[in-house]
């Protein structure tokens, strides 16, 4: 599950990232432009996401008392 969690969140964080990168190039994230007008708040959302998640991932689990 953590690697999971980890996979997604280093993907979300690499989206969002590159998101702000691209315009200094000229190019633009084909995902990033179905958000319109709102891509600084949906790459900043993933970005936060992504970082909460890649978090998560190295939380080790609870250990259940018997």
């Known amino acids: 599950m953590n690697r999971i969690l980890r996979n997604i969140g ?3 964080v ?3 990232a590159s998101s702000f990168l691209f315009p200094l190039i000229g190019l633009n994230s084909r995902i990033m432009v179905l958000f319109g ?3 600084k708040v949906a790459s900043i959302a993933f970005l ?3 970082a909460v998640l890649f978090w998560l991932s190295f939380r080790k689990p609870k250990e259940e008392k018997k």
Request: zero cysteines; glycine letters at 16%; hydrophobic letters at 50%.
């Open 48 to 50: 936060s996401v992504g």
């Open 10 to 12: 280093f993907l979300l």
């Open 14 to 16: 690499l989206l969002g």
């Open 37 to 39: 007008e709102h891509q």
